[in-house]
């Protein structure tokens, strides 16, 4: 499965990614987790689960050592903040600067990096959100089994990398581009093909695609 694209639009410079994931989650959802909860320590492990919390499993709380209360309390959460979740329902992406325009705004205003997965459907309509690493002013780190796990959960049939570069440069730096092809590699052998990688660049630096450049084919 490929996403046509026009293949040009890209900026200049590069990126370096390399500050470890933070394991941070918005104020208003860490304080929420923190209250009902009523552990920062079982709320911090919760912060750190790749993909976030939003759509771990009943099983997957029990790995973290969640109490059947706690996971209970979670999975209710997971209910409650899910009526507003995705934000984008039944859009479909047609190609790279469909997904850019989008995310220009949300991402290109961090002074930190942000790696998202947009999970697709066959149809290539967006099924969900899925944040896989945050990080600090120069990168997130990333593993490629915490990039697929939430991907796969997400019953995704291919999905988008998506992430932005705070000092404005949107164009791929040697790491993005070693992420990228062991990324699709992997996707590959899943059947959840990668079709495109978007940095964003900050500061208003416009965007690049890894389909438009060829380096995903």
């Not at 994931?21 to 909860?37: D, H, K, N």
């Not at 796990?149 to 993005?176: Q, T």
Request: net charge neutral; aromatic share 4%.
């Amino acid at each position: 499965m490929a996403m046509p694209a026009g293949r040009g639009e890209a900026g200049l410079g590069a990126e370096h990614p390399a500050v470890p994931l933070g394991g941070e989650l918005a104020a208003p959802e860490a304080e929420l987790l923190r209250t009902v909860l009523r552990s920062q320590r079982i709320a911090d492990r919760l912060a750190r689960a790749p993909g976030g919390w939003r759509d771990l499993s009943e099983h997957e709380l029990e790995q973290l050592r969640l109490t059947k209360v706690q996971r209970r309390a979670v999975l209710a959460l997971q209910q409650l903040v899910r009526s507003g979740y995705p934000a984008l329902p039944k859009h479909t992406f047609s190609c790279s600067a469909d997904i850019a325009r989008i995310y220009a705004d949300r991402l290109g205003g961090l002074v930190y990096e942000v790696m998202l997965a947009i999970a697709l459907n066959g149809r290539n309509e967006f099924m969900a959100e899925l944040e896989l690493a945050r990080g600090g002013r120069h990168g997130a780190a990333l593993t490629i089994a915490d990039a697929l796990r939430p991907v796969i959960r997400a019953g995704a049939s291919a999905f988008v990398l998506m992430h932005n570069h705070p000092s404005g440069d949107p164009m791929p730096s040697p790491e993005d581009i070693a992420l990228t092809t062991a990324m699709k590699t992997a996707a590959d052998l899943v059947s959840i093909p990668l079709v495109d990688h978007i940095i964003i660049g900050g500061r208003g630096g416009g965007f690049s695609s890894m389909l438009d450049l060829w380096i995903i084919q």
